[in-house]
């Protein structure tokens, strides 16, 4: 069924699905893709014409949702249903942006019912239920698909993020961004060279601003850390040490008090990181912690801007797991 489906993602040439899947099976299968929404020009490469769609739709087995998407089986769809559909009423080249693309990739709170969606046309149709914003610097660089969704891409919703919420709440979009991994300055200057005079080029340089201050190599993290440790007379860590778990793999922490079953890692300014790297990190910390490990991270903003918080943290850490 995979194989049949993708033949008919969007964007790709029509085939006859008849002769290998019952056309509603194969239309449910693309709409539970599509987060239960299927468009038009979709159901017509099944054969469906106008009429056909319109006897389905009274028969309760298609839902309009907006002119030319609909429902499939019921109305009730999902946020991220909801969104799919205003991409897909929106045209071929409409990306889910601003507020709505932050919440899809996780870095802001969802707020509000309607879907925003930027077109890359000056003269494109207002909606019912969904806010559109027009826009003549989106390119094909901005947009990419999240979770089966057309959408702006982080640098770019970021930039977008700025026209429309205050400074406060861009800086928290920033600073999920990066947490999540997802944070790439170079794609945000790219972004920022291409957008034009708006609000956001000018908000997000002020807050990017705030955030400036020289990357720490792996040896300039070591040693700034050594340093605070040594001026606050704490133990010293055992460095770039390997913890050796029961099945014989092993991993190697950045820093390690072993006698208290202390792992300190130092999570280095990543603006190019994955997010893929950044669940490995995670899966990484679970062992450590079923292996009776406590573990904690800190950022180099942490030890360069916070280092008495960053002292405090280690030294409750050492003397609640020293042993008797």
């Known amino acids: 069924m995979a194989a049949v489906v993708q033949a008919i993602d969007i964007g790709q040439p029509g085939v006859d699905l008849c002769h290998h899947l019952p056309r509603d099976a194969a239309i449910g299968a693309l709409a539970e893709r599509q987060h239960g929404v299927v468009g038009l020009q979709q159901l017509e490469r099944f054969g469906l014409g106008k009429a056909a ?7 309760g087995r298609l839902y309009r949702i907006h002119r030319g998407v609909y429902a499939v089986g019921h109305p009730r769809l999902t946020v991220r249903g909801r969104w799919m559909a205003a991409t897909m009423a929106c045209g071929r080249s ?30 494109a149709r207002a909606r019912r239920g969904i806010d559109v914003h027009r826009s003549q610097t989106l390119t094909p660089a901005d947009v990419t698909v999240e979770d089966a969704i057309p959408c702006t891409t982080v640098a770019r919703t970021l930039v977008d993020l700025g026209d429309v919420v205050d400074t406060r709440s861009l800086e928290q979009a920033v600073d999920q961004a990066e947490a999540l991994r997802l944070f790439d300055l170079r794609a945000v200057e790219e972004v920022l060279a291409r957008a034009g005079r708006r609000r956001g080029v000018g908000l997000v340089g002020a807050v990017l601003a705030e955030l400036s201050a020289p990357a720490f190599t792996e040896s300039e993290f070591e040693e700034r850390f050594l340093a605070l440790c040594r001026g606050a007379s704490l133990p010293s860590p055992e460095v770039q040490a390997w913890i050796v778990f029961e099945d014989g793999t092993s991993f190697r922490a950045d820093f390690l008090w072993r006698a208290r079953s202390l792992v300190v890692e130092t999570d280095g300014y990543a603006f190019h990181s994955s997010r893929g790297a950044f669940e490995r990190d995670r899966r990484r910390d679970q062992r450590l912690k079923l292996a009776g490990y406590e573990v904690i991270r800190f950022t180099w903003r942490e030890i360069a801007d916070e280092p008495e918080r960053v002292l405090g943290t280690v030294r409750v850490l050492l003397a609640r797991l020293a042993r008797p």
Not at 53 to 59: I, P
Not at 98 to 117: D, F, N, P
């Open 53 to 59: 769609v319109a006897k389905r739709a009274r028969d």
């Open 94 to 123: 409409a990306a889910l942006s601003h507020r709505s693309a932050a919440a899809l990739w996780g870095i802001l709170e969802r707020r509000g019912r309607a879907a925003e969606v930027t077109v890359p046309s000056p003269g």
